[in-house]
């Protein structure tokens, strides 16, 4: 995976020797110079731009660790700018937030659809904005590196294909440690069936969208989740996610 050399700077925050770069896409000038006066206290070298095709060729001369990407830009659509980050080979796997004054359910789903790992609605406090890059710079790291991805009492050793629950080892067939995998490297984030098809199977194999009902139901089993399905929730309408949310 290619996203490895990125990710060795963004492990250094906070207060590494290196700083992680952060591309902010948002022509809103004073969002900006805020961001800016936050995430560089936070030790992030910064660089903007309020353009989209400007973001595209920007990426591609000084690749970011992680770009903050506005919904709404005069010339191209922040989610155009995802959708292009992510299937250009050098940029599909810089981490993105999408930043943006839709709070839809739909809006989201759309902007996590075209390849965004989170989404913050506006208005948003700075340091909750901080919080999130961590997160998604944290949990995208493990996931690619001789890690140890965490979940509540769920622990994934990645080096030695192990998984345990409530401290007991968990046998999981290669299938389920794949969809345990996605789902752990995205917590709280919904997945369709789809979705979990293209990241875990593969675009390119037809597998029925049922599939993965069966897996999770064996998965289920393997961690001996509850009665209702959690920690692994069933979204209804949706699909599935990672979370203790209610619902
Ligand atoms: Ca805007």
Redesign the pocket.
Known sequence: MTRVATMTTSDRIPGGAIQPHVLIV???ISLVELLRYTLERSGYRVTTTDDGEEALASVRDDRPDIVLL????PSMPGIEVCRQLRRGAATANIPIIMLTARGEEGDRIRGLDAGADDYVAKPFSPSELVARMRAVLRRIRPALTDEVLAYGDIRMDLVQHRVTRGGKSRHLGPTEFRLLRHLMEHPARVFSREQLLDAVWGRDVYVEARTVDVHIRRLRVALECDADGGPIRTVRAAGYALDTGVG
Do not use: A, F, T
Not at 70 to 73: C, E, N, R
């Open positions: 948002e022509d809103e506005d919904w709404i830009l």
